[in-house]
């Protein structure tokens, strides 16, 4: 039977700004998102039987039809009837890197990859803006994770824009081993506490105030001049102002790595994840030793990363 692996890869959100409210419960977004080297291994390999069998051996991931992954496979079957009968069923087995409820759109990403996989498994001919169109179905940052790399997410994530990536950055990245963030947790306490701006689709002014109001253009113009110490400068994320007077570890985490240099720290996502961003592969380990030996907190963890500008890799 045939059998395809995949690296999918982690993301960090380098800008994040919440615009408004959306009649739909989601929130208007202008994101800066980037693709990084540390990643899940996704393996697809061609049944006999019409099934979805999902392996996973981490104890935070569901394995039934609530895994991002499987809902994904089923979503082509369900569009895709007669390709997935005749081609039989699906075993897909995760092999998970990318810490989970971390903000890194881990399970995104497992969903990206097995569109990616299935796609070839069951010569669908899908193109990657069809995949990004059904990623979409499946959450708002899967679209992303199918094209990886550097990009502006506007809409609810999914609308995307690819920009030249700056891949020489490092990212040192770190996590309380027992603590979660959950989405829509971070999303409806912003809602409560800062009431953002309801927005109607059929709403011009609105549309145009909106506009007005966004201030990602510094971070956009770092990014096309490849100026790293720039990209420090304008991190930004909406969603610390929930997450971290929540979670006062995360905030003594988040100084702690700003305090040993780099060009910037932030908040990817929803959290609690804190990334700084480095030079060099060796200032990032330098960083990740400082603030070990700082904290020495058991359960926090530490991953060195590179920029990557890929999503989903195709591996032998
Ligand atoms: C925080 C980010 O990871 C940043 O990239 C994303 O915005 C979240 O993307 P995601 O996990 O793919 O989110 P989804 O699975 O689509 O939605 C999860 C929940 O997050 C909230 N949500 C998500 C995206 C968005 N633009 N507005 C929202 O309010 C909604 O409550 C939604 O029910
Ligand atoms: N393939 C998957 N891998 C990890 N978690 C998954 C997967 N499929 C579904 N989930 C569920 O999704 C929840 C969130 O996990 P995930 O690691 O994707 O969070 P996240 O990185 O914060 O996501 P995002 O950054 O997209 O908001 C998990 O608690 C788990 O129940």
Redesign the pocket.
Known sequence: MRLYTLLAAA?I?LY?EILGD?CD?????V?V?QSISLADRVTVRGLNMPMIQLRCDHPQVPTDATNLAYRAAMLLQEKFPDVANKSGGVEITIDKRIPVGA?L?G??SNGAAALVGLNLLWDLGLTQMELQELGAEL????P?CVMGGTAI?T???EELDPLTGLDSLWVVLAKFETLSVA??W???TY?QQFHPTYISASDQSTLAERQARIHSGPMVSAISAKDGAAIGRHLYND?EKVVLPTHPEVSQLRDAMAAYGGLGTLMT??GPTIFTLAETQTEAEVIQTQVRSQLAHPSLKFWVAQFSPTGIRLVD
């Open positions: 993301k959100n994040l959306r419960g989601f929130h208007e977004l994101m998102m903000g759109a399970g995104s959450g708002s940052d899967v992303f997410a809409g609810r994530g989405t829509p971070a999303y409806k809602r969603l996502g929803s």
